[in-house]
């Protein structure tokens, strides 16, 4: 469940990654 979070999260900060490649580093 706690990977399945992560994939959700991942693909939702995705799109916000473009603007903050910080965030992608951060939540993964």
Do not use: F, H, V, Y
Not at 1 to 28: C, D, F, V, W, Y
């Amino acid at each position: 469940n706690i990977i399945s979070n992560r994939q959700m999260t991942g693909l939702k900060r995705q799109k916000p990654s473009s603007e903050r490649p910080r965030n992608e580093r951060g939540g993964a």
